[in-house]
């Protein structure tokens, strides 16, 4: 049989293109591609003929029958049959280079018409080998079929990370055991959990959030990955970003210069503090190797009375590396190795002050590099998978709507990033295949994930799963293939049009975000500063929008304004709406045909009710002051009936879409609280304490539930804007003797 070797090339990307995998090309997909692929033609087929010989308990055995069942309805008998699948761990089996760490994670596949062999050289290599197999099984006509082919592989990057950010929420249990699911079958093998007041610590009274995980609860969604070989590393932020803490009056007096972002990083009492968060999350993490610090924005680092220094640039970069410096060897102490952001205000100077065995999770400074590189130390190769989008992450390119003449505000710096025109795929791509981080010594990769604009984490996996492939197989596919193979994998064959979903999804999301007047926020106040020192960029802005103004009596006078003010913004809302309607029955076919991550789809059809009723919104308000000028003729040619109808069927239309607002935004928390738990609840009379950071204006953290994601709309005072209309048609009616309940077509709603 002829043999037909698909070598995994990646130079057609410095090009701008990445050519298609093989298996892709025959109809397979595949996340991450493997180093080494060979393929022989032809098929085939899987069915409960076969058997499955394995020795043990294995979660690999585990995986593979679990998923048989759940994804394919098969069932396999143990046994050494005619046709067999064989799970086996041999050091050795694959050649994976000389890095220790690595090998283990390698595996070979071998499949021909009697036999599926998989040979890990370790029993995550075992896993990864079946996640591979796994996903190669396509249904065709009933049947399941796969590739003649043999496959070695392993990862180019040791650890390969997700990042978990549950500050503005906090995850079921159920909900977290499941993404561990999700992310082996990507060869994830370590979470950045990002826990801040979602973990109850013991030693630190009322620094976790009512109902906060327990280190009971903590330790179970470890063992859990554990299981998987994923490490669930904690992620505590500190001395920086510690509102979760310092909000609460007993710990107040520890904060810098009296707010409450940052700690006094000169006062014993803070490290005390600090190091006692850290050894409670360790004794709730046990068998994990590594710790994050985060030393995420310590913009004021040594700002504080109790500093006997000046503060200065040097000082300041000096407190960083001395708290950096204590917590490393705290940790190491414990055996746990450091990971932290190496970034403003370190200095050059100073980062010869960190142990060489810091894992740099950022590169903040491109001098760092030749220091650390002398320094032997290693970094993580990190890459965003989300910025400032509200709503839906910008996953893929929308150059276009970048001139959308509907889009009022386009130019505003907060919404957009690089990441809107290039598309966060395209992005992680790029970086993971010639990123700046190859000038050091990765050893992994960090897929961020910021929960700060409030997006559910079912709106990550597409990026999630980007970052896992590419710290995996940096540069293969290109990200179009890896798009299109990630709907196959994720949704199942049975999925249609996912691609153009999240393109509508993105575009319904930016719209809406765009849509809104940007106010600077009374009542949240202006925050306390950000990295180019206090009092700089602190204004805080609302979105909101000016309802058309109400008639006068006696006449019925009024100044429209409504329709000019948004002028360009209601010349795009015919189109948002025809892509909102044909949206949304995308997401309801789809509905009845995925197998795989039916809730995700859930998730993205209340998001798109959401934003599909704001199209709706503008319209009636629109509509409601076209209403108030037929009202005011009607007046001056003495037909003051006609004048009413026109006001009932504007109070009318806004309050029934003012309703249909309230329903959208209930029905969206009900699918969120599906996952989560509610934001900021009470438990057992613990009340939820809000308090905003006082440097980052988090959209997801404005509100203690999820009523941020409404606020706009609220902030519009739609239900006082009917009361004192309410009020002008009653006092109309009495004027010109016009009853109410004599127009039966056009009944004042309750």
């Not at 005619?82 to 390698?106: F, M, S, Y």
């Not at 500050?167 to 826990?195: P, S």
């Not at 789809?601 to 108030?628: D, K, N, P, Q, Y």
Request: charged letters at 25%.
């Amino acid at each position: 049989m002829m043999r037909i070797l698909f070598s995994l090339l990646v130079a057609g990307a410095l090009f701008g293109q990445t050519p298609a995998t093989g298996l892709w090309l025959r109809g397979y997909a595949l996340i991450p591609t493997p180093q080494k692929v060979v393929a022989a033609d032809g098929e085939v087929f899987l069915d409960s003929s076969w058997t499955i010989a394995a020795e043990g308990d294995h979660i690999a055995v585990r995986s593979l029958r679990g998923d048989l069942r759940q994804f394919h309805g098969l069932s396999i008998r143990d046994g050494n049959g005619e046709r067999v699948i064989r799970l086996a761990v041999r050091n050795g089996a694959v050649d994976t280079g000389k890095d220790v760490a690595i090998h283990p994670q390698g595996y070979r596949l071998q499949i021909t018409d009697r036999e599926v062999a998989i040979t890990g050289n370790g029993d995550a290599g075992l896993l990864y080998g079946v996640q591979t197999f796994l996903q190669l099984l396509k249904p065709v006509n009933g049947r399941l079929q796969l590739p003649l082919v043999s496959i070695e592989d392993w990862p180019r990057l040791q650890l390969r990370f997700l990042h978990w950010d549950t500050k503005h929420h906090q995850d079921r249990m159920a909900t977290l055991k499941r993404y561990l699911d999700w992310a082996v079958r990507f060869k994830v093998n370590m979470i950045g959990f990002e826990l801040e007041d979602k973990f109850a610590y013991p030693s630190v009274p009322g620094a976790g959030a009512p109902g906060a995980f327990t280190p009971a609860e903590l330790q179970e969604i470890v063992n859990y990955g554990l299981e998987r070989f994923i490490q669930v590393v904690p992620v505590i932020q500190s001395p920086a970003h510690m509102s979760y803490v310092l909000k609460n009056p007993r710990y107040a007096h520890l904060r810098a210069d009296g707010n409450n972002y940052q700690i006094c990083m000169c006062d014993e009492e803070s490290y005390k503090l600090i190091l006692r968060m850290y050894d409670d999350v360790i004794n709730a993490t046990r068998g994990v190797d590594y710790f994050f610090v985060s030393t995420d924005e310590v913009y004021y680092a040594g700002l504080c009375a109790k500093c006997g220094r000046p503060y200065n640039e040097k000082n300041r970069s000096l407190a960083w590396a001395e708290f950096a410096k204590r917590a490393h060897d705290h940790l190491a102490a414990k055996g746990r190795r450091m990971l932290a952001w190496l970034e403003y205000p370190l200095l050059d100077e100073h980062l010869e002050m960190i142990p060489s065995d810091v894992i740099d999770g950022v590169i903040g400074e491109a001098s760092f590099i030749p220091i650390e590189n002398r320094k032997g130390m290693r970094q993580l190769a990190y890459v965003s998978l989300q910025g400032a989008e509200f709503l839906f992450p910008d996953h893929l390119p929308l150059d276009a709507e970048l001139a959308d003449p509907a889009a009022p505000n386009a130019d505003d710096p907060l919404e957009f990033e690089r990441g809107l025109s290039e598309g966060r795929i395209r992005s992680v791509h790029r970086q993971l295949l010639n990123g700046r981080f190859w000038q050091a010594n990765p050893i992994g990769v960090f897929g961020a994930a910021w929960g700060d604009s409030g997006l559910h984490n079912e709106t990550f996996w597409l990026g999630w799963a980007a970052a896992a492939r590419y710290g995996w197989h940096p540069g293969t596919p290109g990200p179009e293939q890896h798009t299109a193979e990630f709907m196959r994998v994720y949704y199942g064959p049975g999925a249609g049009n996912m691609v153009e979903i999240y393109r509508m999804m993105q575009r319904q999301a930016r719209g809406w975000q765009r849509a809104w007047d940007r106010v600077v926020s009374k009542a949240r106040g202006p925050g306390y500063g950000n990295s180019d020192g206090k009092g700089i960029g602190t204004t805080r802005y609302d979105q909101t929008l000016t309802p058309p103004s109400l008639p006068q009596l006696p006449d019925l006078d009024f100044r429209p304004g409504f329709a000019s003010q948004y002028r360009r913004l209601l010349a795009g809302v015919p189109a948002r709406s025809l892509e909102s309607d044909q949206l949304i029955h995308a997401l309801q076919e789809n509905l009845g045909q995925v197998s795989r991550n039916h809730y995700n789809l859930e998730v993205m059809l209340g998001l798109a009710e959401f934003t599909g009723h704001h199209w709706r919104l503008l319209t009636i308000l629109a509509e409601a002051e076209r209403s108030f000028d037929r009202a005011r003729n009607a007046v001056r040619q003495n037909r003051p009936k006609e004048a009413m109808g026109h006001l009932l069927a504007a109070y009318n239309g806004v309050g029934r879409t003012e309703r249909e607002g309230e329903t959208a935004y209930r029905n969206l928390v009900t699918i969120f609280e599906k996952s989560q738990f509610p934001k900021g609840r009470a438990v057992d009379g613990h009340a939820f304490l809000q308090v905003l950071d006082d440097v980052k204006d988090h959209w997801g953290g404005r509100t203690a539930d999820l009523g941020y994601m409404f606020a706009a709309e609220r902030s519009i005072g739609l239900t006082q804007w009917r009361k004192d209309l309410r009020a002008l048609i009653e006092e109309f009616g009495k004027r010109n003797n016009v009853p109410l309940q004599g127009l039966t077509e056009l009944r004042l709603e309750e």
